[in-house]
């Protein structure tokens, strides 16, 4: 940034500040503020020429502190006075000032961010999504009677002390955070992230990888000193069931995993996958070559993978790096190809249809009462509108007066933050989850472009953390990050459970009637789904005899 000097006739414009990165259009716009001359009619010259709005101001000769341009145009709308009050622009601000700023507009302080040491924008997104886990914050109550234990000079053990140091630092001041002591105890523990690239400066690395690589070294450090924090915080039961399709009379066989994220794969040959869910039946549905122990040689089975058990968060990846092989024909290598196609996700995550039998029979408790809440509000609202137009009759009867236009009510936030953030297990599971985070890459290949984090704040409000920039966001801009272009694509998505309390009611038998009547709707709804399957079998069979 530099500071230089503008005469305009008679008049002198000292100390103004010039962006040598900026546009000659961006400079105008800001002589005007000083003159009134519009953009578009301005001259400026510099060393005896006019210069040109394509021109590269930091290529100017001889451009430094002090230095003079001209500036040819005349006022409109108002005459030339005495700029009394100096333009000050958002990025001029001090953090202080930027928190006052955006506390009164938002009424609440801005975040923090984390400084770039090198192209670590990739754990930077990755650390603010994991912030928004409150039970990590909670890792501390069970680390300090510990700390004599822990081995000081080994890195990984350190690491969830250094992670709630970085997140105790995020809420006690107003300045962009310095990462270094963690990013070193990174580097230390996992080398596979201490690459080195051009210029002597590490590689871009791969934020799922890092998500992934971080947690399950806080879970396990955790494991070994007793702590159940991490205990199904992302854990969940995966139940997978084979079937030979080549065999009906060999049993289907069963079996369980542990798996800590949910795929979301967009690659389907010629049937492209539009949102998450279709991505999630891809991944959870297939068929697989294996040996058979009835046939006695390899042959094709069914796989279907049901979830069994609930984490308190989602991981959802969306498989957008795939390997694309050489190519002689077109002299290509083999490497890492991205798929920009646009895959939309709700803010409301309904895992339910991929649930086990034995988990939705579970769950339907815990939707029969959200069921249940829901026709007692609509009830209750119902009887108030019948008192309301009961008494605009009477009113009316009453009065020739014409009857006074009622105000429509505000719209409430479509998130309940109290359920939203609530402690797990004291209401009934639903298999619902709320959108909390999302981590976005830009660019082309994994090993480059940027990433940002997103996370939520309340109610609508967002933060989009681009390393230190920091600024709010809207659910609305959050969901837009689907993809479809070289615009920040959704990659990592983290959901958080919502649980739901039961009422007290005076007979607890209307649970059980909702359970039975939501049970017997799912088997007509089953029954006309097999009716139509039948319904759509036959006419295939009657071609093929008529053949």
């Given at each position: 940034?530099?500071?230089?000097?503008?005469?305009?006739?008679?008049?002198?414009?000292?100390?103004?500040?010039?962006?040598?990165?900026?546009?000659?259009?961006?400079?105008?716009?800001?002589?005007?503020?000083?003159?009134?001359?519009?953009?578009e009619k301005q001259k400026v010259m510099y060393k005896g020429k006019v210069l040109k709005d394509d021109v590269e101001l930091d290529k100017?000769?001889?451009?430094?502190?002090?230095?003079?341009?001209?500036?040819?145009?005349?006022?409109?709308?108002?005459?030339?006075?005495?700029?009394?009050?100096?333009?000050?622009?958002?990025?001029?601000?001090?953090?202080?000032?930027?928190?006052?700023?955006?506390?009164?507009?938002?009424?609440?302080?801005?975040?923090?961010?984390?400084?770039?040491?090198?192209?670590?924008?990739?754990?930077?997104?990755?650390?603010?999504?994991?912030?928004?886990?409150?039970?990590?914050?909670?890792?501390?109550?069970?680390?300090?009677?510990?700390?004599?234990?822990?081995?000081?000079?080994?890195?990984?053990?350190?690491?969830?002390?250094?992670?709630?140091?970085?997140?105790?630092?995020?809420?006690?001041?107003?300045?962009?955070?310095?990462?270094?002591?963690?990013?070193?105890?990174?580097?230390?523990?996992?080398?596979?992230?201490?690459?080195?690239?051009?210029?002597?400066?590490?590689?871009?690395?791969?934020?799922?990888?890092?998500?992934?690589?971080?947690?399950?070294?806080?879970?396990?450090?955790?494991?070994?000193?007793?702590?159940?924090?991490?205990?199904?915080?992302?854990?969940?039961?995966?139940?997978?069931?084979?079937?030979?399709?080549?065999?009906?009379?060999?049993?289907?066989?069963?079996?369980?995993?542990?798996?800590?994220?949910?795929?979301?794969?967009?690659?389907?040959?010629?049937?492209?996958?539009?949102?998450?869910?279709?991505?999630?039946?891809?991944?959870?549905?297939?068929?697989?070559?294996?040996?058979?122990?009835?046939?006695?040689?390899?042959?094709?089975?069914?796989?279907?993978?049901?979830?069994?058990?609930?984490?308190?968060?989602?991981?959802?990846?969306?498989?957008?790096?795939?390997?694309?092989?050489?190519?002689?024909?077109?002299?290509?290598?083999?490497?890492?190809?991205?798929?920009?196609?646009?895959?939309?996700?709700?803010?409301?995550?309904?895992?339910?249809?991929?649930?086990?039998?034995?988990?939705?029979?579970?769950?339907?408790?815990?939707?029969?009462?959200?069921?249940?809440?829901?026709?007692e509000e609509t009830e209750a609202m119902l009887s108030n509108k019948d008192l309301e137009e009961e008494k605009e009759i009477e009113d009316?009867?009453?009065?020739?007066?014409?009857?006074?236009?009622?105000?429509?009510?505000?719209?409430?936030?479509?998130?309940?933050?109290?359920?939203?953030?609530?402690?797990?297990?004291?209401?009934?599971?639903?298999?619902?989850?709320?959108?909390?985070?999302?981590?976005?890459?830009?660019?082309?290949?994994?090993?480059?472009?940027?990433?940002?984090?997103?996370?939520?704040?309340?109610?609508?409000?967002?933060?989009?953390?681009?390393?230190?920039?920091?600024?709010?966001?809207?659910?609305?801009?959050?969901?837009?990050?689907?993809?479809?272009?070289?615009?920040?694509?959704?990659?990592?998505?983290?959901?958080?459970r919502v649980e739901i309390i039961p009422k007290q009611r005076a007979h607890k038998e209307e649970i059980e009637k909702k359970v039975e009547?939501?049970?017997?709707?799912?088997?007509?709804?089953?029954?006309?789904?097999?009716?139509?399957?039948?319904?759509?079998?036959?006419?295939?069979?009657?071609?093929?005899?008529?053949?």
């Amino acid at each position: 940034m530099l500071k230089v000097n503008v005469k305009w006739g008679k008049t002198k414009f000292s100390d103004v500040e010039l962006d040598t990165t900026q546009s000659l259009e961006q400079f105008k716009c800001q002589l005007f503020s000083l003159s009134f001359i519009p953009a578009e009619k301005q001259k400026v010259m510099y060393k005896g020429k006019v210069l040109k709005d394509d021109v590269e101001l930091d290529k100017l000769p001889g451009l430094k502190n002090g230095a003079i341009f001209g500036l040819l145009g005349t006022a409109e709308g108002q005459e030339l006075k005495a700029v009394k009050v100096k333009t000050r622009f958002v990025e001029d601000l001090t953090e202080e000032e930027k928190q006052e700023l955006y506390k009164e507009i938002q009424g609440m302080p801005l975040p923090v961010g984390l400084e770039n040491l090198g192209n670590t924008c990739y754990l930077n997104s990755v650390l603010q999504v994991l912030f928004k886990v409150k039970e990590i914050q909670n890792y501390g109550a069970d680390l300090i009677p510990r700390m004599q234990t822990l081995n000081q000079e080994d890195p990984k053990e350190l690491l969830p002390i250094l992670f709630l140091d970085l997140y105790s630092k995020t809420q006690t001041t107003t300045s962009a955070i310095s990462p270094q002591q963690f990013m070193m105890a990174i580097l230390k523990s996992f080398p596979q992230f201490d690459v080195p690239g051009e210029g002597g400066v590490r590689m871009q690395q791969d934020a799922e990888e890092a998500f992934s690589t971080l947690v399950e070294s806080m879970e396990s450090q955790a494991d070994r000193m007793g702590s159940k924090v991490f205990e199904n915080l992302f854990k969940f039961t995966l139940e997978t069931t084979m079937k030979n399709t080549e065999n009906e009379e060999e049993e289907p066989t069963m079996e369980y995993e542990i798996s800590r994220k949910l795929y979301c794969h967009i690659d389907n040959q010629n049937n492209p996958i539009n949102n998450m869910f279709d991505g999630f039946k891809l991944s959870l549905e297939g068929t697989i070559e294996k040996n058979s122990p009835t046939l006695e040689r390899n042959a094709v089975y069914n796989k279907v993978q049901k979830i069994s058990s609930l984490p308190s968060y989602f991981m959802v990846q969306f498989v957008r790096f795939v390997r694309k092989g050489a190519s002689v024909y077109a002299g290509t290598k083999e490497t890492n190809t991205k798929l920009l196609r646009a895959v939309s996700y709700p803010r409301v995550l309904d895992v339910y249809e991929f649930c086990s039998d034995t988990l939705k029979a579970e769950l339907d408790k815990g939707r029969a009462e959200v069921t249940l809440q829901h026709e007692e509000e609509t009830e209750a609202m119902l009887s108030n509108k019948d008192l309301e137009e009961e008494k605009e009759i009477e009113d009316k009867s009453l009065t020739d007066k014409k009857p006074v236009e009622k105000k429509k009510k505000k719209k409430g936030p479509v998130i309940n933050d109290e359920s939203l953030y609530r402690q797990h297990g004291l209401g009934l599971d639903t298999g619902r989850y709320e959108l909390v985070g999302v981590v976005t890459h830009k660019g082309r290949a994994i090993n480059s472009g940027h990433y940002i984090g997103w996370t939520h704040q309340k109610d609508d409000t967002w933060c989009q953390f681009d390393d230190d920039i920091v600024k709010f966001a809207t659910t609305e801009e959050i969901l837009d990050l689907k993809g479809g272009g070289d615009w920040h694509t959704a990659y990592i998505l983290l959901y958080r459970r919502v649980e739901i309390i039961p009422k007290q009611r005076a007979h607890k038998e209307e649970i059980e009637k909702k359970v039975e009547e939501m049970t017997d709707e799912k088997k007509e709804e089953e029954m006309v789904d097999e009716k139509k399957e039948e319904e759509d079998v036959k006419p295939m069979e009657d071609g093929l005899d008529l053949q």
